[in-house]
T-cell receptor, first 114, second 110 residues
C-alpha cells in the first residue's frame, strides 16, 4: 500500500517569497491534515479536511497561509509571503476518517526561509 | 479545546532501565489518546492508542500506556530500555482533531 506522498522534500526560499507544498494521501482516506513542526516542538495542526471540506482551520494564519483539497484527494498548502518564522517541517497526514483511527504521516517538507 | 502536556522535554535512561514518559491531557469529553514516535529523519509512527476499551494499552516494541481518568494521565512505559528506543516521543489527543504535545526526547545510555 502506498503511503502519504509529499513534495518537495526540501525547499529554501527568501523571506517574502511564495512557496507551495503538495500532498497525496493514502487512497480512500477521507481525512487529511496539515501540521507545522518547528524544530524542537510538537506538530501544530494548521488545517483539517474531511473529503474536500474544511473541518478545522482555527490555527491557520490565514493572512499568509492557504490550503485546498480539490476533489477530496490531494492537497496543496501555500505560504505567501513567507516569513523567517515559517521555517519548519510541514507534515501531511491522512486517516480513514474516524477519530479513533491513527494518522498516517508523510515524510514532510522541510522549509528554510532565509 | 483539547490539549496534552508532556512533562520533561528530555529524558535520559541507561540501557535496560525503566522508561517512563509522562503525558497529561485536558478534555471536556472522553478523549482518544495516542503515543507516536519519531526517529531521526523519519516520519511519525504510531506506538499505541487508547480508544475507551481497556485502560492498559500495549503497543509496539514493548511499550505500553495506562489511561487514568482520575489523574487525566496517559503515561508511556517500557520495562527495559534498548538503544534503539532513542527517539522523540509525542503524546496526542483526539476529540474533533488530533493535537500533539511538545514531545519528549529519549536518550538511552549504554
Amino acid at each position: 500500500e502506498a503511503g502519504v506522498a509529499q513534495s518537495p522534500r526540501y525547499k529554501i526560499i527568501e523571506k517574502r517569497q511564495s512557496v507551495a507544498f503538495w500532498c497525496n494521501p493514502i487512497s480512500g482516506h477521507a481525512t487529511l491534515y496539515w501540521y507545522q513542526q518547528i524544530l524542537g516542538q510538537g506538530p501544530k495542526l494548521l488545517i483539517q479536511f474531511q473529503n474536500n471540506g474544511v473541518v478545522d482551520d482555527s490555527q491557520l494564519p490565514k493572512d499568509r497561509f492557504s490550503a485546498e483539497r480539490l476533489k477530496g484527494v490531494d492537497s496543496t498548502l501555500k505560504i505567501q509571503p513567507a516569513k523567517l518564522e515559517d521555517s519548519a517541517v510541514y507534515l501531511c497526514a491522512s486517516s480513514p476518517g474516524t477519530l479513533r483511527e491513527k494518522l498516517f504521516f508523510g515524510s514532510g517538507t522541510q522549509l528554510s526561509v532565509l | 479545546a483539547q490539549s496534552v502536556t508532556q512533562l520533561g522535554s528530555h529524558v535520559s535512561v541507561s540501557e535496560g532501565a525503566l522508561v517512563l514518559l509522562r503525558c497529561n491531557y485536558s478534555s471536556s469529553v472522553p478523549p482518544y489518546l495516542f503515543w507516536y514516535v519519531q526517529y531521526p529523519n523519519q516520519g511519525l509512527q504510531l506506538l499505541l492508542k487508547y480508544t475507551s476499551a481497556a485502560t492498559l494499552v500495549k503497543g509496539i516494541n514493548g511499550f505500553e500506556a495506562e489511561f487514568k481518568k482520575s489523574e487525566t494521565s496517559f503515561h508511556l512505559t517500557k520495562p527495559s530500555a534498548h538503544m534503539s528506543d532513542a527517539a522523540e516521543y509525542f503524546c496526542a489527543v483526539s476529540i474533533n482533531d488530533m493535537r500533539f504535545g511538545a514531545g519528549t526526547r529519549l536518550t538511552v545510555k549504554p
